[in-house]
């Protein structure tokens, strides 16, 4: 059996010098002893995968809130998705695949129920007492406090690559917020956290056309504008879709995936290549972002992303579903703000005074830890008066 030392020791050996070794990983936010045979990182991926809110990920919404069927994408789905393909361009970049795995599975651990619908929502509540939503942020205020598994610290103590990975988190869809704590302000992304990025747009991109094409609101007709579609068509057949077409859709799904896992490994090791590094903290040093697709790709992956933008995320049967999701999120917060005392003695302690700001923040905060499930009921307990409390 190998020891932590001994696991180490093979990742001096195999990883990349950009690598981001575990015996180097930064402080946690309280000291805690080396475990006997499990890394820094490895231990950091362990306590979010047994963490509340990660579980809470299952019943969260991707794009189909989870009234409209069980065989769509979930927030969960989607993490594990993102999980794979990182640990996949990890590994063949030499990279540290427990790293990549921990930022992976906590990157949307504080996405609020309905999506990027739920977020744009409670974005638009809080303008009006002057704060902000964003979801890296509630994310490492949960891995950070929120979560309440030790009697030593809040939170789950995590490494400070991780908490950065989180924190500095940026795809088309997600942005780092305006508020980072000072001591992370400075630092960059190692390459562990870029490749999770670049993997959650990858994911994105390819599944919400899985999922759409299921739904009926794209048809493949609807994508032929895009030259990476075509291509990965070209290259399966046509005749796969007159015999099957559920088989063909999955084989063009996963043809445009490898085409972009190929080229984002080509176009990201040149960079390596270039730039020289010579330690993961070179990388952190580093301004601007190492993982890359190459410019041709980057177009085509623009074009069928705006695609995917007009003809499936303002579907009708879409924005209805956005619609009623916002609906469900602002009658909440209408209803908690007028009478914080109908919000559990935990979330909105009675003893102290808040003032709008802090009540705003507080709201918010308990609205984005539900599930679309728990959003839905509590609706229902608040507005049907024959409804259980």
Known sequence: MRTRKEIEELENNILAPYAMKSKDAGARQYDEPQHDWRTAYQRDRDRIVHSEAFRKLEYKTQVFVIFEGDYYRTRLTHTIEVAQLARTLGRNLRLNEDLIEAVALAHDLGHPPFGHAGEDALNEIVKEANIEFNHNFRSYEIVAKLEKKYPQFDGLNLTREVIVGILKHQTVFDMPGTVIPKEYRDEGPTVEAQIVDIADSLAYLNHDIDDGI????????????????????????????KKNPDMFRYQVVKELIDRQVKDLLQATYENLVKLRFKSAQDVKKHKGYIVCFSKSMHQEREHLQQLLNEKFYHHWRVERMTTKAKRVIRELFDVYIKNPKQLPYSIYPRDKKFSKAEKYAIICNYLASMTDRFALDEQKRLFEFNSYV
């Open 214 to 241: 299921t739904s009926g609101c794209i048809v493949e007709e609807d994508l032929m504008e895009s030259a990476l579609w075509q291509k990965a068509v070209t290259k399966i057949g046509g005749d796969a879709q």
